[in-house]
Nanobody
Framework: QVQMVESGGGLVQAGGSLRLSCAASGRTFNNYAMGWFRQAPGKEREFVAAITWNGVIANYADSVKGRFTISRDNAKNTGYLQMNSLKPEDTAVYYC???????????????WGQGTQVTVSS
């Protein structure tokens, strides 16, 4: 298994930026796609972005397209989510996950981190 640990969350004003990191350990990180999901209070977990094992293809939810950028550094076993122009509706716990394909479907991911809180104030 590969273990995932998120960091970089915090409190930011609307319009600001944050960069989340996802450190992977265990089995070879660069064998797997990586996804970011989020869950707001009272809502279901939703897809944010995903990237293929080699970083060539990235997919985004419509709600974050043009504002968020997913990337990875396989040499460092770390993935990232750069979040710009943040909105209050981006407030959620953000999770990274490792999976076989860079898909929006959370059931295709087999290893999840514990999450990091992102709060955007208006």
């Amino acid at each position: 298994q590969v273990q995932m640990v998120e960091s970089g969350g915090g409190l930011v004003q609307a319009g600001g930026s944050l960069r989340l990191s996802c450190a992977a350990s265990g089995r070879t990180f660069n064998n797997y796609a990586m996804g970011w999901f989020r869950q707001a209070p009272g809502k279901e977990r939703e897809f944010v972005a995903a990237i293929t094992w080699n970083g060539v293809i990235a997919n985004y939810a419509d709600s974050v397209k043009g504002r968020f950028t997913i990337s990875r550094d396989n040499a460092k076993n770390t993935g990232y989510l750069q979040m710009n122009s943040l909105k209050p509706e981006d407030t959620a716990v953000y999770y990274c996950a490792a999976g076989r394909t860079a898909t929006w479907d959370p059931t295709q991911y087999f290893s999840w981190g514990q999450g990091t809180q992102v709060t955007v104030s208006s």
